[in-house]
Structures are given as structure tokens and as C-alpha cells.
């Protein structure tokens, strides 16, 4: 006596390979959504309450990044330019343009500019900018081309397993010292001998214990 | 953890008869192993019985705390809200944000201060530590300061001027303060009453003092419940003149401590503490350290170290002096009444000190009445010690009085209706005064009261006017330290809750109107340092606040020439009961930090007490009357009740009762009222410290007391502490180390794991 019709074996087969592969697609899901610009806000351009173009500032008019980010050198925190630093130049040039009524407002009214955060870390990870800056990090290999950007975005996915893959081989990533704040910086091709000469130059360890980061 | 019983305190002095040198121990319950210790040791470290079958064990506690942890992360799996990032409009100088900044201050104390070195995150105080530069704590600070912190961030702090209750603007507060003033002037002032702390700051000072000359009937007092007034006494008996002593630990060979805790109590405490460190120390190819006898009534840190150790109940240390001092041949004193209770300590004690004659110093606790001081001053000048190891100069204080006459009179002139207006600056003395001045019912006959106050403790409530103290971290001033050095009060923060200081009030009531306190401070000192201003003060001023103290304000050290003291130290007539010591807590101190749970948390040298006070009694006491552990018992002393529990404290005088003051509030914030019991109510202007005439009675109830001194107990075949004598030391001085236990190395025939790098990888 036949239990189950013919077609009970297309529908045994199907649903094996449904079990294998659909959970194993909905893991591979799961992974490229985490990792998707969509979570990571990668490529995300955010509104800032003032249209400042970093491409304006460091491209046209060749801004050093430390002369606004004074701390990147020495602290954990780059810093954002007081209005200050704004008003520095923009008291005489444009100084009556409306795009830059935001900045002489919060100069005029001691308040600060609420600007929006683009590179957030999730607070249960320690990060120092100074370490990098001084151990031959350049600013694009994690903020990519900002000279280029008028808005500015993220373009790495800021999670742990980008920072590892420099944390493991510094030699891929790290630049002589003098070229760390250049926007235009091209790895030369034999990177990798230049990256294992600069390693044991600046004494850079490869630092991957976990209380490294999440102190 | 509680039931040292009688019959174990046998067992217990059976088996320390037994012993053979020093043997350490924990706890009574330790050493007399009852079954609440075992179970506790068993519990702590199991071998894994009591686990299996207790249904909420740590295991499983980890267990689900471990898995909350880890569903927790799922909401890692979710987008980062957007974040703003607010910069500075103007940054300020030396600022680096991420960096923090150190800035100089110090903490006043019962008047006197501490320099201190507090770290700052982009404006925030956020860490308290000693200044390095400074005389006194030369970088080490003690647990008030490390805690002060919080203080400063308490949410129980009052936050706005308030009268009746209603909130009140500070310009509402001038105009009813400057008219409560105005209103007195044809009288001089007669009828307007100031009550501080004790003072030390300069600045204060001249501020009262111009006060005084506008108004010349306007009368102040000063009130410290833990104050120093035998201090003051001892050395105007001894002297005819108000002084300052100071002890000098450094050149010490031999130190006798009479019921004086120097390590932890007094303005001084964290110089000494360092100096008798130092000459305990054998480096530099020292070979003696310095010999310490303590003689007291309750355990102290002090005690704890000291080579030899006599408990002796508060009231028996003045025979105690007379007899060394009759032994030593110190002319012109009274003989002791009865020195039996230790006369095997005498003789072997005078001859060292005779032996080091320059080289030793008598220390005498603050607690101590005047008369001891006295005795004390009169041995230290015979053993030629003045000028070596005790050096006096002119007082710190800007007016140094008999604090308690002070309060008392105070207290009867508002009894009397003779006060129109009081000003209490700073201080709590309807919870603080002493129980027999009534000072809560007669201060509602003055018409007007004015309290200012970090906290709406016993006084604010009983005052029509309340204003919000600043902390200390939110402030401009200036203190005195323990040697005289002017120590700079800087601001690390504006006031959280708009809070006022001191400085502010007086400079109302008086010409400084709308002065801030900071330019009051900076006119005072310039006036002193470079009365013509310009750079060459900007340079003194800028210096004395970087280095948190301005230079060379350290009293010198003067001559001073000792009266004849004859029968005016000779020992009061002999009383009978126990007795009753009286001691500011060792963390709350006397009930200032209560809503400070740092403070609370934090046990207690000794007892290991935490949250609480208690009466502590002696072990024999305890036999005696049948007490156990947490026996609620009731104190009756001179028609006065407290309830309190009872803990058993080794090494306390054998019919001394010690309690603690500044707990059992009523008011003051949610942490301080509620633990503890308050001992204020049976301490009198007659016997501000010690005295006997206590009785006990049990209640029949019990009263749980939270001790730490059981908790993390491991097995009890390892050793406590680890000692040696001088000798043994000096042959091996690495036998600490080699007395540590070392576990042995895994057991097993498999080669041991090597790790290589991360775990995780």
C-alpha cells in the first residue's frame, strides 16, 4: 500500500534543501545586513545644522585637519573646533552669508553648534585617536577621501572585524608619519615590505587582547 | 554571623592561654569556631555541599545574570541613534577635551584644612587625591576627602533658599537679612548672634571682625561637636596663653600615645601618619625604628601598631600621666590616686623615655580633658623633648575659644530672650549641641534664624530662613592647615545647586554687598601680599593658586614658658558605673558625611562595622553581663535613654562602653536618617567625652548589624598577618614572602597548556 503519493519525495527533497540552505541563507542574511550600510550607516550623508564642505576647506583652500581637529595628536578625542575657530576667519570673509548665520548666532549667543556625530563608536569601545595619529595611521584609511566630501559620511563599517583586520597586520595599512595628514596618499606597491619596516620602526604591537578596546 | 556567647568567650581564653607567641585571628566567632563561623567559611568557599541543595545559590545567580547579559547583546543588533556632539563656543585655555585637567584646592575640616590635587573632565571634578606640594598631606589624602567627591554630586542636597519652606530668591534673602541687621544698630547690635564652625580662614576672619567693629555688641560663636576645645584648655592651663602644639614624629625614638589616635584623627593626622611611617622604615641603613606604646580605652588604627598596648578606660589615662610623671620626677604635679591598675607599666615606660631623653614624645588624644594635656606638656618639657619632637607656635585658629562655654552661653542667652537674630553658618547644632543645653527649644525664641547649610538637616528645619551651602569643590576660599599654611579654596565647578558660601553672607551683611566671594578672597590677599597690585600681584596670586597654598604662611615656632600647674591637674574625684566614651565615627565623623554612602560603606577600623554604630563593649564585659553580638541593650546615663546594639570589640578597656556619634538623624537626606542610633542624646556639657556613671540593660530584643570582618574568610590554616620581631627581621628581611602560601601547581600527568596569544582567536 503506497502511504504517500509520488510527490511526497519532490516535497521531502525541497524541504531538505529549504532546511540547508534557507537557514544557512537567512545566517548569510543576516550577516550582510549586519554589515550593511543600511545598519553601519556607511555612505549615510547626514544633515548638519550648518552646509559645511570639508571638500571646500581642505581641497580648496588646503586647511591643515589639525588646524580645526587641535587634539588628534595628543588626546583620545580629535576634537570639533570651538565656534571660535569659525569665527577666525568667517568675521571677514563671508562674514554677512546666510548659509553662516548658525555660526555667528552661537558666537553671538554663547550656545554651541549641535552638530550631528557621523563616526560613532558604541560606547562600550575605547578608541584613542592620538595613538593611531602617532603610530602612522593616516586619517583616510579610516575616514576615507573627506577632501572629497562635501558632506561628510562614513565610509568603513566601524565594526569590530574592520578594526581587527588592521589590529592583526598593521603592516597593510600604516604610512610613514609625515604622511599621515595627507588626504592623497597613495600606499606604494610594495606595501607591505614598506608596512613591516614602519612596524618595527614605531614599535607598532599588534594589540587584539579584548581589554584593549572594551576596558 | 553574632553568637559569641558567654560560654564561647571561655573556650576562647582557655585556648589563648594555650598559645605560644603571637597568634592571629579574625573574629571571636573565628577563633571560638561556632557553628554560624563554620557554616559561613563553608558557604563561602564550599566544597560544593551546601551548593547542590540551596535553591538560589551564587551559581545560579551567575548563571542567569550571565544569560541576562547575553540576550542583553541583541539589542546591539539594532541602528546607533543619531548623536550630537556640542563644542565649545570659546574654548577655554589649557583645555583639551579627552585630557583631564588637575587643579589645587583643600577640603576644610573642624576648621582646618587639607591641600589637595582634584582632577577634572571638561569641568567636572571627577577625582579627589592629595596635593604633592602641600605640607600636611604631601599627596595623601584620607577617606573624608576621597569621598567628598559624591558629596558633591549627592541629589539630597538642598537646592534653593527657601522661607518657611517657600522657595525665596537671593535678593529676598539680603533684604530680610540686611533688615535683621539694619534693625539692631542703634543697639550696637546687641541681640544679633553669629555661630560658625571653628575658623581658620583669614579671610573669614577679617570679615568677622569688621563685622564686630561695625556692630561691637554682635557676638559670635563657634561649634565643633568633634572639636579640639582640650586641646585649647590643656595648653592655656599649661601656658596662661592660647598655643598650638605640634608633634614631630619624625625624630621620635620613643612615642607614647595617651588614648591619642594620630594615625586617623586630628588636623595633623596625614603628616603624622608619614613621619611615623618613616621611622618605621629601615632603608638608608637605619637600624632602629622608632617604639610606640599606646595606652587607650577602644581599639584605634594607632593602637593596632603600636609595640606595646594597655587598654585603660578614658577616664583612668589622667592617673596614668600623674604616675609617669611622678616616676619620670616631673616637679610641681599632684600625685596619682591609685596606679595599681598598672603599675607594671610604669617603670619599664619612664625608663625608656628617660633613656631617649629629646628623641621620645607624649601625644595626647583630642578627647582628652585639659588637664592631661596639661601633664603632658609639663613631661614633654622635662624629658627636654620641646623644640625636638613637639614644637608650639601662636594659634591657627582666627579666634580660639572654649567652643562648649561658647555654645553654652549662647544657648542660655536664647534662653533668656536675649537673642533677637542668629546666623548659623555652616553648622547643625540642634542635632550636634550637647543633649542637657536643649538648644532645639530655645532656639524658637529667636525671632529671627538663618541657616545656611549643604543639607536640610535638624537646623534648617527649625530656621524661617534656609540658603543652600556651596560644597567645597564649588567654592572660593581660604583655610588653614594643621601648621598654620594658608591653603587656597578654588571652585572646581559653579555651584550645582546656586549654592552660597560663608564669604557670601558675611560680605552682606556687612560692607561687602554684591561682592563675590572671590573678589573678597583676592582684595584680602592682595592687600597682604602686594598692596600696590598689578603684576607683581598677578604673579604671587596666580602661584598660590597653582600650587593650591601661599608659601611661607607656616607659623613659626615660638618659646612658650610652662606655669606652675599644682592642683589644677589633679585627678577629679573617683566615680562609680561604667563608663561611657564618647568618639566622632570614623567615617561619618560626627554626622556631617551620614548621607554620604561612600562613607557608610565603607567599614569601620576594627568592629568592621558598616551602615551603623554600636555600643562596644569588652569581651569580659560581655561575660559579665551576658551580652551577646547584637544584643539591643538600653544606656541610661544621668536620667538620658538611648537604645543600641552591642558588639564585642577584644582590646577595649574592660568597663568602658564606646558609641560613636553622628548617626541616628532625623533629618539630613535619604542615606542619613534611618541607621544608627544617635548618642548625642546622652552626651552633656558635663562630659563631652568620657565619664563614668552608665548604666545597661538589656531589652531582650536583638538589632542586626552589618560587620564585613567574616565575609571573604578562606580557610583558617593560613595566616592573618604575617610578623616578625626586629631580630628575625633584620637576619631575614624577605620573611614576609616566604611565609606566602603557595598553591601547588596542577596536579595532573598531562602537560600543561601553553597559551598563545588570544583565547578568542
Same mark, same amino acid.
Given at each position: 500500500?503506497?502511504?504517500?503519493?509520488?510527490?511526497?519525495?519532490?516535497?521531502?527533497?525541497?524541504?531538505?534543501?529549504?532546511?540547508?540552505?534557507?537557514?544557512?541563507?537567512?545566517?548569510?542574511?543576516?550577516?550582510?545586513?549586519?554589515?550593511?550600510?543600511?545598519?553601519?550607516?556607511?555612505?549615510?550623508?547626514?544633515?548638519?545644522?550648518?552646509?559645511?564642505?570639508?571638500?571646500?576647506?581642505?581641497?580648496?583652500?588646503?586647511?591643515?585637519?589639525?588646524?580645526?581637529?587641535?587634539?588628534?595628536?595628543?588626546?583620545?578625542?580629535?576634537?570639533?573646533?570651538?565656534?571660535?575657530?569659525?569665527?577666525?576667519?568667517?568675521? %571677514?570673509?563671508? /562674514? =554677512?552669508?546666510?548659509? #553662516?548665520?548658525?555660526?555667528?548666532?552661537?558666537?553671538?549667543?554663547? +550656545? @554651541?553648534?549641535?552638530?550631528?556625530?557621523?563616526?560613532?563608536?558604541?560606547?562600550?569601545?575605547?578608541?584613542?585617536?592620538?595613538?593611531?595619529?602617532?603610530?602612522?595611521?593616516?586619517?583616510?584609511?579610516?575616514?576615507?577621501?573627506?577632501?572629497?566630501?562635501?558632506?561628510?559620511?562614513?565610509?568603513?563599517?566601524?565594526?569590530?572585524?574592520?578594526?581587527?583586520?588592521?589590529?592583526?597586520?598593521?603592516?597593510?595599512?600604516?604610512?610613514?608619519?609625515?604622511?599621515?595628514?595627507?588626504?592623497?596618499? %597613495?600606499?606604494? /606597491? =610594495?606595501?607591505?615590505? #614598506?608596512?613591516?619596516?614602519?612596524?618595527?620602526?614605531?614599535?607598532? +604591537? @599588534?594589540?587584539?587582547?579584548?581589554?584593549?578596546?572594551?576596558? | 554571623?553574632?553568637d559569641a556567647t558567654p560560654n564561647d568567650l571561655a573556650a576562647i581564653r582557655a585556648r589563648l592561654e594555650q598559645?605560644?607567641?603571637?597568634?592571629?585571628w579574625?573574629?571571636l566567632e573565628e577563633l571560638a569556631g561556632t557553628p554560624?563561623f563554620?557554616?559561613?567559611?563553608?558557604?563561602?568557599?564550599?566544597?560544593?555541599?551546601?551548593?547542590?541543595?540551596?535553591?538560589?545559590?551564587?551559581?545560579?545567580?551567575?548563571?542567569?545574570?550571565?544569560?541576562?547579559?547575553?540576550?542583553?547583546?541583541?539589542?546591539?543588533?539594532?541602528?546607533?541613534?543619531?548623536?550630537?556632539?556640542?563644542?565649545?563656543?570659546?574654548?577655554?585655555?589649557?583645555?583639551?577635551?579627552?585630557?583631564?585637567?588637575?587643579?589645587?584646592?583643600?577640603?576644610?575640616?573642624?576648621?582646618?584644612?587639607?591641600?589637595?590635587?582634584?582632577?577634572?573632565?571638561?569641568?567636572?571634578?571627577?577625582?579627589?587625591?592629595?596635593?604633592?606640594?602641600?605640607?600636611?598631606?604631601?599627596?595623601?589624602?584620607?577617606?573624608?576627602?576621597?569621598?567628598?567627591?559624591?558629596?558633591?554630586?549627592?541629589?539630597?542636597?538642598?537646592?534653593?533658599?527657601?522661607?518657611?519652606?517657600?522657595?525665596?530668591?537671593?535678593?529676598?534673602?539680603?533684604?530680610?537679612?540686611?533688615?535683621?541687621?539694619?534693625?539692631?544698630?542703634?543697639?550696637?547690635?546687641?541681640?544679633?548672634?553669629?555661630?560658625?564652625?571653628?575658623?581658620?580662614?583669614?579671610?573669614?576672619?577679617?570679615?568677622?571682625?569688621?563685622?564686630?567693629?561695625?556692630?561691637?555688641?554682635?557676638?559670635?560663636?563657634?561649634?565643633?561637636?568633634?572639636?579640639?576645645?582640650?586641646?585649647?584648655?590643656?595648653?592655656?592651663?599649661?601656658?596662661?596663653?592660647?598655643?598650638?602644639?605640634?608633634?614631630?614624629?619624625?625624630?621620635?625614638?620613643?612615642?607614647?600615645?595617651?588614648?591619642?589616635?594620630?594615625?586617623?584623627?586630628?588636623?595633623?593626622?596625614?603628616?603624622?601618619?608619614?613621619?611615623?611611617?618613616?621611622?618605621?622604615?629601615?632603608?638608608?641603613?637605619?637600624?632602629?625604628?622608632?617604639?610606640?606604646?599606646?595606652?587607650?580605652?577602644?581599639?584605634?588604627?594607632?593602637?593596632?601598631?603600636?609595640?606595646?598596648?594597655?587598654?585603660?578606660?578614658?577616664?583612668?589615662?589622667?592617673?596614668?600621666?600623674?604616675?609617669?610623671?611622678?616616676?619620670?620626677?616631673?616637679?610641681?604635679?599632684?600625685?596619682?590616686?591609685?596606679?595599681?591598675?598598672?603599675?607594671?607599666?610604669?617603670?619599664?615606660?619612664?625608663?625608656?623615655?628617660?633613656?631617649?631623653?629629646?628623641?621620645?614624645?607624649?601625644?595626647?588624644?583630642?578627647?582628652?580633658?585639659?588637664?592631661?594635656?596639661?601633664?603632658?606638656?609639663?613631661?614633654?618639657?622635662?624629658?627636654?623633648?620641646?623644640?625636638?619632637?613637639?614644637?608650639?607656635?601662636?594659634?591657627?585658629?582666627?579666634?580660639?575659644?572654649?567652643?562648649?562655654?561658647?555654645?553654652?552661653?549662647?544657648?542660655?542667652?536664647?534662653?533668656?530672650?536675649?537673642?533677637?537674630?542668629?546666623?548659623?553658618?555652616?553648622?547643625?547644632?540642634?542635632?550636634?549641641?550637647?543633649?542637657?543645653?536643649?538648644?532645639?527649644?530655645?532656639?524658637?525664641?529667636?525671632?529671627?534664624?538663618?541657616?545656611?547649610?549643604?543639607?536640610?538637616?535638624?537646623?534648617?528645619?527649625?530656621?524661617?530662613?534656609?540658603?543652600?551651602?556651596?560644597?567645597?569643590?564649588?567654592?572660593?576660599?581660604?583655610?588653614?592647615?594643621?601648621?598654620?599654611?594658608?591653603?587656597?579654596?578654588?571652585?572646581?565647578?559653579?555651584?550645582?545647586?546656586?549654592?552660597?558660601?560663608?564669604?557670601?553672607?558675611?560680605?552682606?551683611?556687612?560692607?561687602?554687598?554684591?561682592?563675590?566671594?572671590?573678589?573678597?578672597?583676592?582684595?584680602?590677599?592682595?592687600?597682604?601680599?602686594?598692596?600696590?597690585?598689578?603684576?607683581?600681584?598677578?604673579?604671587?596670586?596666580?602661584?598660590?593658586?597653582?600650587?593650591?597654598?601661599?608659601?611661607?604662611?607656616?607659623?613659626?615656632?615660638?618659646?612658650?614658658?610652662?606655669?606652675?600647674?599644682?592642683?589644677?591637674?589633679?585627678?577629679?574625684?573617683?566615680?562609680?558605673?561604667?563608663?561611657?566614651?564618647?568618639?566622632?565615627?570614623?567615617?561619618?565623623?560626627?554626622?556631617?558625611?551620614?548621607?554620604?554612602?561612600?562613607?557608610?560603606?565603607?567599614?569601620?577600623?576594627?568592629?568592621?562595622?558598616?551602615?551603623?554604630?554600636?555600643?562596644?563593649?569588652?569581651p569580659?564585659?560581655?561575660a559579665?553581663?551576658?551580652?551577646?553580638?547584637?544584643?539591643?541593650?538600653?544606656?541610661?546615663?544621668?536620667?538620658?535613654?538611648?537604645?543600641?546594639?552591642?558588639?564585642?570589640?577584644?582590646?577595649?578597656?574592660?568597663?568602658?562602653?564606646?558609641?560613636?556619634?553622628?548617626?541616628?538623624?532625623?533629618?539630613?537626606?535619604?542615606?542619613?536618617?534611618?541607621?544608627?542610633?544617635?548618642?548625642?542624646?546622652?552626651?552633656?556639657?558635663?562630659?563631652?567625652?568620657?565619664?563614668?556613671?552608665?548604666?545597661?540593660?538589656?531589652?531582650?530584643?536583638?538589632?542586626?548589624?552589618?560587620?564585613?570582618?567574616?565575609?571573604?574568610?578562606?580557610?583558617?590554616?593560613?595566616?592573618?598577618?604575617?610578623?616578625?620581631?626586629?631580630?628575625?627581621?633584620?637576619?631575614?628581611?624577605?620573611?614576609?614572602?616566604?611565609?606566602?602560601?603557595?598553591?601547588?601547581?596542577?596536579?595532573?600527568?598531562?602537560?600543561?597548556?601553553?597559551?598563545?596569544?588570544?583565547?578568542?582567536?
Amino acid at each position: 500500500m503506497q502511504t504517500f503519493r509520488r510527490s511526497a519525495n519532490t516535497v521531502f527533497v525541497v524541504s531538505l534543501l529549504a532546511l540547508v540552505f534557507g537557514v544557512g541563507g537567512l545566517i548569510v542574511l543576516a550577516y550582510a545586513i549586519q554589515g550593511s550600510p543600511y545598519v553601519t550607516r556607511a555612505f549615510d550623508v547626514r544633515e548638519q545644522p550648518v552646509q559645511f564642505s570639508h571638500e571646500r576647506h581642505v581641497a580648496g583652500n588646503g586647511i591643515d585637519c589639525r588646524y580645526c581637529h587641535t587634539s588628534v595628536e595628543t588626546s583620545a578625542f580629535a576634537g570639533i573646533p570651538p565656534t571660535k575657530t569659525c569665527m577666525n576667519c568667517h568675521s %571677514q570673509i563671508f /562674514a =554677512d552669508s546666510p548659509y #553662516l548665520e548658525p555660526v555667528r548666532a552661537s558666537f553671538r549667543d554663547d +550656545r @554651541s553648534i549641535a552638530w550631528t556625530r557621523v563616526h560613532d563608536l558604541p560606547d562600550f569601545v575605547y578608541f584613542d585617536h592620538s595613538i593611531h595619529v602617532n603610530k602612522g595611521v593616516g586619517c583616510s584609511t579610516c575616514h576615507g577621501r573627506v577632501d572629497l566630501m562635501p558632506l561628510v559620511f562614513q565610509v568603513e563599517t566601524l565594526q569590530m572585524n574592520w578594526c581587527l583586520d588592521c589590529h592583526r597586520n598593521p603592516e597593510k595599512y600604516v604610512r610613514p608619519r609625515d604622511q599621515v595628514f595627507r588626504m592623497d596618499y %597613495q600606499p606604494p /606597491a =610594495d606595501q607591505i615590505a #614598506l608596512g613591516r619596516k614602519l612596524v618595527a620602526e614605531y614599535n607598532i +604591537r @599588534s594589540l587584539t587582547s579584548c581589554s584593549t578596546c572594551h576596558r | 554571623m553574632n553568637d559569641a556567647t558567654p560560654n564561647d568567650l571561655a573556650a576562647i581564653r582557655a585556648r589563648l592561654e594555650q598559645a605560644r607567641g603571637p597568634e592571629y585571628w579574625r573574629s571571636l566567632e573565628e577563633l571560638a569556631g561556632t557553628p554560624a563561623f563554620q557554616e559561613a567559611l563553608h558557604r563561602e568557599f564550599p566544597q560544593g555541599a551546601s551548593e547542590l541543595t540551596d535553591p538560589v545559590s551564587r551559581r545560579t545567580l551567575l548563571k542567569l545574570m550571565g544569560a541576562s547579559l547575553a540576550l542583553a547583546g541583541i539589542t546591539a543588533c539594532t541602528r546607533q541613534p543619531a548623536e550630537k556632539i556640542y563644542p565649545y563656543v570659546r574654548q577655554p585655555e589649557e583645555l583639551l577635551p579627552g585630557k583631564p585637567l588637575f587643579f589645587a584646592t583643600a577640603m576644610p575640616l573642624d576648621g582646618y584644612g587639607s591641600g589637595l590635587l582634584v582632577e577634572s573632565h571638561e569641568g567636572r571634578p571627577t577625582k579627589v587625591e592629595g596635593n604633592p606640594e602641600h605640607p600636611v598631606n604631601r599627596g595623601a589624602t584620607d577617606a573624608y576627602a576621597q569621598a567628598s567627591i559624591l558629596g558633591l554630586y549627592d541629589p539630597d542636597r538642598s537646592t534653593a533658599i527657601t522661607y518657611l519652606g517657600e522657595i525665596r530668591p537671593w535678593g529676598a534673602f539680603l533684604t530680610a537679612a540686611k533688615a535683621a541687621v539694619e534693625a539692631r544698630r542703634a543697639q550696637g547690635g546687641a541681640g544679633i548672634r553669629l555661630l560658625t564652625g571653628t575658623i581658620t580662614s583669614p579671610t573669614l576672619g577679617e570679615q568677622i571682625r569688621a563685622l564686630t567693629k561695625e556692630f561691637p555688641a554682635l557676638r559670635w560663636h563657634q561649634w565643633d561637636p568633634a572639636g579640639r576645645d582640650q586641646v585649647r584648655m590643656g595648653g592655656a592651663l599649661a601656658f596662661g596663653e592660647m598655643v598650638e602644639t605640634h608633634y614631630l614624629l619624625g625624630q621620635a625614638a620613643v612615642i607614647l600615645a595617651l588614648d591619642a589616635d594620630f594615625l586617623a584623627c586630628g588636623p595633623a593626622r596625614l603628616r603624622l601618619a608619614r613621619e611615623f611611617a618613616e621611622g618605621r622604615r629601615l632603608t638608608g641603613g637605619r637600624r632602629e625604628m622608632n617604639r610606640l606604646y599606646a595606652v587607650e580605652p577602644s581599639p584605634t588604627l594607632t593602637g593596632s601598631v603600636a609595640d606595646h598596648r594597655l587598654p585603660l578606660s578614658a577616664t583612668a589615662i589622667h592617673g596614668f600621666a600623674l604616675a609617669l610623671a611622678a616616676a619620670l620626677g616631673v616637679p610641681g604635679l599632684p600625685p596619682p590616686r591609685d596606679a595599681s591598675a598598672y603599675a607594671g607599666w610604669i617603670a619599664p615606660l619612664a625608663r625608656d623615655l628617660q633613656a631617649n631623653r629629646g628623641r621620645s614624645v607624649v601625644v595626647v588624644g583630642d578627647e582628652q580633658p585639659a588637664a592631661v594635656h596639661a601633664i603632658a606638656h609639663a613631661i614633654n618639657q622635662a624629658l627636654g623633648n620641646v623644640g625636638t619632637t613637639v614644637v608650639y607656635t601662636d594659634p591657627i585658629e582666627v579666634s580660639p575659644v572654649d567652643q562648649l562655654a561658647s555654645l553654652r552661653e549662647l544657648a542660655a542667652d536664647m534662653e533668656a530672650g536675649r537673642v533677637e537674630t542668629l546666623f548659623i553658618l555652616g553648622a547643625n547644632p540642634v542635632y550636634t549641641a550637647p543633649a542637657d543645653l536643649e538648644f532645639d527649644r530655645h532656639l524658637e525664641k529667636v525671632k529671627q534664624r538663618f541657616h545656611l547649610g549643604q543639607y536640610l538637616d535638624e537646623t534648617a528645619a527649625l530656621c524661617q530662613w534656609h540658603v543652600p551651602e556651596a560644597h567645597y569643590l564649588e567654592s572660593w576660599g581660604d583655610v588653614r592647615a594643621a601648621d598654620g599654611t594658608v591653603s587656597l579654596i578654588q571652585p572646581l565647578i559653579a555651584p550645582l545647586h546656586g549654592g552660597r558660601t560663608a564669604y557670601d553672607v558675611l560680605g552682606a551683611l556687612g560692607q561687602q554687598a554684591g561682592q563675590s566671594a572671590y573678589s573678597i578672597l583676592r582684595a584680602y590677599w592682595q592687600a597682604r601680599l602686594a598692596p600696590e597690585g598689578g603684576p607683581a600681584f598677578e604673579r604671587q596670586w596666580r602661584r598660590a593658586l597653582h600650587d593650591g597654598l601661599i608659601a611661607g604662611t607656616a607659623e613659626p615656632a615660638r618659646p612658650v614658658k610652662l606655669a606652675v600647674l599644682g592642683d589644677r591637674v589633679a585627678e577629679p574625684a573617683p566615680r562609680q558605673g561604667l563608663e561611657i566614651v564618647f568618639r566622632a565615627d570614623p567615617t561619618v565623623h560626627d554626622g556631617r558625611f551620614a548621607n554620604n554612602p561612600w562613607l557608610q560603606e565603607l567599614p569601620k577600623p576594627h568592629t568592621k562595622l558598616t551602615w551603623d554604630n554600636a555600643a562596644l563593649v569588652s569581651p569580659s564585659m560581655a561575660a559579665r553581663l551576658g551580652l551577646a553580638n547584637e544584643d539591643l541593650v538600653e544606656l541610661r546615663y544621668r536620667g538620658r535613654r538611648v537604645e543600641a546594639p552591642v558588639w564585642i570589640v577584644p582590646g577595649q578597656a574592660s568597663d568602658s562602653v564606646t558609641v560613636h556619634l553622628g548617626y541616628g538623624r532625623e533629618r539630613g537626606g535619604r542615606i542619613a536618617v534611618g541607621p544608627g542610633f544617635d548618642v548625642y542624646k546622652l552626651r552633656t556639657t558635663a562630659a563631652p567625652w568620657a565619664e563614668r556613671g552608665l548604666e545597661m540593660a538589656q531589652t531582650g530584643r536583638r538589632y542586626r548589624l552589618a560587620s564585613v570582618q567574616d565575609q571573604q574568610a578562606i580557610e583558617a590554616s593560613r595566616p592573618v598577618v604575617r610578623s616578625a620581631t626586629l631580630e628575625e627581621f633584620r637576619r631575614r628581611p624577605g620573611f614576609a614572602h616566604e611565609m606566602a602560601h603557595e598553591p601547588a601547581r596542577t596536579l595532573t600527568l598531562y602537560p600543561e597548556h601553553e597559551y598563545k596569544g588570544s583565547a578568542w582567536r
